[in-house]
């Protein structure tokens, strides 16, 4: 079975594990998982950090072959479960004279999160001013990705806590890229055909 491949202890996952578009699990509704986690779904969560923290190293990025990535869905491994992990970096914060402050906390989000679902959001909108791209998606598809501006999520955490968390700004961008995906949704969805790159009333440009 295909998670018992992805979980095995000596693999890595790597881009021949994210399948692209066309695969039809991409459009599924994905299936939440039973609680209290198994141990398989525990340690899929493990592997999907893993991924992501291999694809913002240099090093590994470079000798794995991944594209990197701040966030990655079950389904995009075939798997159609509401599991997604999210790696998203502390904005760096600079002195006055320009030097990186050193963060204490290295990420603003380091977690896997179970059956996450968006409680709660803000009418004000808001999308990421570069647009966004994919790892299942092998094109560039340009314009705002329209989104909320604020999230209120509870989601399961690896000890089968219950958790709530609420996001705004970038931060909030890429857990909602995720549930996304366990909803058959794909970025390109939010964004306006007709005119791209229009700015909807009130909505926020994120840098
Ligand atoms: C914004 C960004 N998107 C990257 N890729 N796309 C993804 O993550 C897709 C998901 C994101 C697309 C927009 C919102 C969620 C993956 N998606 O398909 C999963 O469903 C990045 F890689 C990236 N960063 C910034 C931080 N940097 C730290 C150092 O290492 C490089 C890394 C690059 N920022
Ligand atoms: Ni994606």
Known sequence: ERQNKLIRPSHYITMDDIIREGNPTLRGVAERVALPLSNVDILLGEKMIQF???SQDPVMAEKLELRAGVGLAAPQLDISKRIIALLVPSEPKFDEEGNEIPSKEDYALNTVMYNARI???SVEEAAIATGE?????DREVPGYVVRHARVTIEYYDKNS???KIRLKGFHSMVPQHEIDHTDG???????DPENPWKMREGMQIID
Do not use: A, P, Q, T
Request: contains cysteine; positive net charge; glycine residues 4%.
């Open 119 to 121: 409680i709660s959001h």
């Open 185 to 191: 949704i794909m970025f390109y969805d939010h964004i």
């Open 133 to 137: 791209g994919c790892l299942s998606v």
């Open 52 to 54: 992501l923290r291999n």
């Open 161 to 163: 806590e219950k958790k």
